[in-house]
């Protein structure tokens, strides 16, 4: 079946370094979703990207859908303690399906 | 206010029993989904709805069960079949009538088994 794969798994930063992380997928994606997990919270959606080779930007935080649609990265720019979690990206099982299938995560700490 | 509740948010059970777990939501979404999640893990689907009256098993669906009787709960059952029941469950919704929207999850309810 299809897998997302996320590195690293984990990555520790100095306050006010940048942050990066990579999605790749085995198979090519209608879209992908990036979501936030705070310590002992919930995921919450960040953003969705559709379209071959799109960059969005969210204040600090990049991000890019591949040109093949099958990876994609967040980069967060000047990291500060409140960007401390955990970031999925997930893509649909097959296209037009409801079913998300999620990458593992990349936990970042900050040090502040 | 438009969201998810899941209660309770903290959960203890004794071995060998069952468990419900709710999950509301007043969002008006057609999909809602449960997923578990372990301590440093990503979320793997339990079981899945795109419609009332029906749903759909995930990649860990045994020992668990669910019902859809009505468009806004989705409660979930951790039976004594499950083998290591202790986990962190994650109700979520989305509008599905499109490929994959963006989901909303609710806070989740940590489960304990004693």
């Known amino acids: 079946g299809q897998q997302v794969m996320q590195i690293p798994q984990y990555q520790h930063v100095q306050e006010g370094e940048d942050f990066t992380t990579y999605c790749n997928s085995s198979t090519t994606l209608s879209n992908i979703q990036w979501y936030k997990q705070r310590p002992g919270g919930h995921p919450v959606f960040l953003i969705q990207l559709v379209k071959s080779g799109e960059v969005k930007k969210q204040k600090r935080l990049t991000f890019q859908f591949g040109e093949a649609k099958k990876n994609s990265s967040l980069h967060i720019t000047a990291t500060q303690t409140t960007d401390v979690g955990t970031y999925f990206c997930?893509?649909?099982?097959?296209?037009?399906?409801?079913?998300?299938?999620f990458g593992q995560g990349t936990r970042l700490t900050i040090n502040p | 206010d438009g969201g998810i509740t899941q209660s309770p948010k903290y959960l203890f059970r004794k071995e060998g029993q069952n468990v419900t777990l709710s999950c509301e939501q007043n969002?008006?979404?057609?999909?809602m989904y449960w997923y578990r999640q372990d301590p440093g893990q990503g979320l793997r689907l339990i079981y899945y709805s795109q419609i009332v009256n029906d749903f759909q098993k995930g990649d860990i669906a045994e020992g668990y069960s669910v019902s859809r009787e009505k468009k806004e709960s989705f409660p979930l059952t951790v039976t004594s079949a499950q083998k290591n029941p202790t986990a962190f469950y994650l109700c979520?919704?989305?509008?599905?009538?499109?490929?994959?929207?963006?989901?909303?999850f609710g806070p989740g309810t940590r489960l304990t088994v004693l």
């Open positions: 979520a919704s989305s509008i599905g009538d499109r490929d994959a929207s963006e989901q909303f």
């Open positions: 997930a893509g649909p099982e097959i296209q037009g399906a409801q079913k998300l299938v």
């Open positions: 969002l008006n979404h057609d999909a």
